[in-house]
């Protein structure tokens, strides 16, 4: 059977960048079910637009020319020529978007302005002229604002796109193995405790959260609130959370050995106390269906844990568990939704998730500066997901599929 044929666009590609640990799987092939499997597409052309740049402005040597030239993936100088692959029109079954890292401004509210909506323009745009509409993975979020998200999502929509995007922190592997909300039980409340900063990590972290409250009973009705607080705020968004709920999910974060607990062991009170002072952003989210969420983002964290009840179910948590350091082995399950999407034209779940995430988290940020209030008629965004999505980490051990 012949591989669909990939396009990649990207931003940069140095060592451990998105790049690196998401596309290299799918031009050399990558471990799978205890052995090596052969890229399911195949990688036929790339654009790269900056060569050797961090997401900080820091100079890392670039290893992307060199690995494409090696794998004999020409480098064209525009989206639009890598979609045609050497000729006129659309040549490729797929595009892969990578703009995450590179050097590119923060905005006022402390958001990079990746350029995820130029390059997915740049795609459409010779999708139009062609005639021809193939299916588009974006990593992360769709854009940096909901405005461009919707756009994006619209446009995709309008002209038959398929396409699907999103964070590693939903697929990951789960502590312990295979929790999940039960599929189509009520939930009365839910949050996600993680760590780092608002928006870099405050996207996964809400995505995180999606993964269990998008199970529930009628499924994601969309938000019709949405609350940030940022550091001195903190404290007032914390006090708005249930505080048993928000102990659950932080001891869930908890488990793999950060700050007083070893892998496996029972979390101390001390520990979760002390991440729970720690807490820096935190976002609260009333959906129309009446759910009450949150995400909070501690220092005293280094991991993903989840709590959620309901009036017919007992408190769910789990740790969404990421590999610690290299190979970043969880990005093999975003690759492989990714050529699942390129092999069947359908997304294996829905990209409603990340346009919902992205408007929330968006929302929370420039709430938290007082810039918008905290009603989001905007974000009326309702979805369902399948009670079970293809080749997750949910029901596997962590590293069944750690690269060597």
């Given at each position: 059977?012949t591989?669909?044929?990939i396009?990649?666009?990207i931003?940069?590609?140095?060592?451990?960048?998105?790049?690196?640990?998401?596309?290299?799987?799918?031009?050399?092939?990558?471990?799978?079910?205890g052995?090596?499997?052969?890229?399911?597409?195949?990688?036929?052309?790339?654009y790269?637009?900056?060569?050797g740049i961090?997401q900080?402005g820091r100079?890392?040597?670039d290893v992307?020319v060199?690995?494409?030239?090696?794998?004999?993936?020409?480098l064209y100088?525009?989206?639009a020529?890598?979609?045609?692959a050497g000729?006129?029109g659309?040549?490729v079954d797929?595009?892969?978007?990578i703009?995450?890292?590179g050097?590119?401004?923060d905005?006022?509210y402390?958001?990079?302005l990746?350029p995820?909506r130029?390059?997915?323009?740049?795609?459409?745009s010779?999708?139009?002229?062609?005639d021809r509409?193939?299916p588009v993975f974006?990593?992360?979020?769709?854009?940096?604002?909901?405005?461009d998200?919707k756009?994006?999502y619209?446009n995709?929509r309008?002209?038959g796109?398929?396409?699907?995007?999103g964070s590693?922190?939903?697929?990951?592997?789960r502590?312990?193995q295979g929790?999940?909300?039960?599929?189509?039980a009520p939930?009365?409340k839910?949050?996600?405790?993680a760590f780092?900063?608002f928006e870099?990590y405050?996207y996964?972290a809400?995505?995180?959260?999606?993964?269990?409250t998008?199970r529930r009973?009628?499924?994601?009705?969309g938000?019709v609130?949405v609350r940030?607080?940022?550091?001195d705020q903190?404290?007032?968004?914390?006090a708005?959370?249930?505080?048993?709920?928000?102990?659950a999910?932080?001891a869930a974060?908890?488990?793999?050995?950060?700050d007083g607990a070893?892998?496996?062991a029972?979390v101390?009170?001390?520990?979760i106390?002390?991440?729970?002072?720690?807490?820096?952003h935190v976002?609260?989210i009333r959906?129309?269906d009446g759910?009450e969420?949150?995400?909070?983002?501690s220092?005293?964290?280094?991991s993903?844990?989840?709590?959620a009840?309901?009036p017919?179910q007992a408190?769910v948590?789990?740790e969404?568990?990421l590999?610690?350091g290299w190979p970043?082995?969880?990005?093999?399950?975003?690759?492989?939704a990714?050529?699942?999407?390129?092999?069947?034209g359908q997304?294996?779940y829905?990209?409603?998730r990340?346009?919902?995430?992205?408007?929330?988290l968006?929302?929370?940020?420039?709430?938290?500066?007082?810039?918008?209030d905290?009603q989001?008629?905007?974000?009326?965004i309702a979805y369902?997901?399948?009670?079970?999505?293809?080749?997750?980490g949910v029901?596997?051990?962590?590293?069944?599929?750690?690269s060597?």
């Amino acid at each position: 059977m012949t591989r669909p044929r990939i396009a990649l666009v990207i931003t940069t590609w140095y060592e451990a960048s998105h790049a690196d640990v998401l596309a290299t799987g799918l031009v050399k092939g990558y471990d799978w079910n205890g052995g090596l499997s052969e890229p399911r597409v195949e990688v036929v052309s790339a654009y790269l637009e900056q060569r050797g740049i961090s997401q900080k402005g820091r100079h890392k040597p670039d290893v992307g020319v060199e690995f494409l030239a090696q794998h004999g993936v020409p480098l064209y100088p525009t989206p639009a020529e890598a979609l045609g692959a050497g000729a006129p029109g659309v040549n490729v079954d797929g595009v892969l978007i990578i703009a995450e890292h590179g050097d590119y401004e923060d905005n006022e509210y402390g958001q990079k302005l990746y350029p995820r909506r130029r390059l997915f323009d740049s795609c459409l745009s010779a999708m139009i002229a062609a005639d021809r509409f193939v299916p588009v993975f974006n990593d992360k979020h769709l854009a940096w604002n909901f405005t461009d998200a919707k756009a994006d999502y619209d446009n995709a929509r309008r002209l038959g796109v398929p396409l699907l995007a999103g964070s590693t922190i939903p697929i990951a592997w789960r502590k312990p193995q295979g929790a999940e909300w039960p599929y189509g039980a009520p939930m009365n409340k839910a949050v996600c405790a993680a760590f780092s900063g608002f928006e870099v990590y405050g996207y996964h972290a809400l995505e995180g959260l999606q993964a269990f409250t998008e199970r529930r009973a009628g499924g994601e009705s969309g938000a019709v609130e949405v609350r940030g607080f940022a550091d001195d705020q903190a404290a007032g968004g914390v006090a708005s959370i249930d505080p048993e709920l928000l102990r659950a999910a932080v001891a869930a974060a908890l488990t793999s050995g950060a700050d007083g607990a070893t892998d496996g062991a029972e979390v101390s009170p001390d520990a979760i106390s002390a991440a729970i002072a720690q807490i820096k952003h935190v976002v609260t989210i009333r959906h129309a269906d009446g759910l009450e969420s949150a995400m909070v983002l501690s220092d005293g964290l280094k991991s993903f844990g989840v709590a959620a009840t309901g009036p017919e179910q007992a408190t769910v948590t789990a740790e969404m568990h990421l590999q610690p350091g290299w190979p970043h082995s969880h990005f093999l399950f975003l690759g492989r939704a990714a050529e699942t999407m390129y092999l069947t034209g359908q997304a294996p779940y829905p990209v409603e998730r990340t346009l919902f995430t992205g408007g929330v988290l968006d929302h929370a940020i420039r709430n938290a500066r007082g810039v918008v209030d905290h009603q989001t008629p905007h974000l009326d965004i309702a979805y369902t997901v399948p009670e079970h999505i293809p080749d997750t980490g949910v029901y596997l051990k962590p590293y069944v599929h750690a690269s060597n």
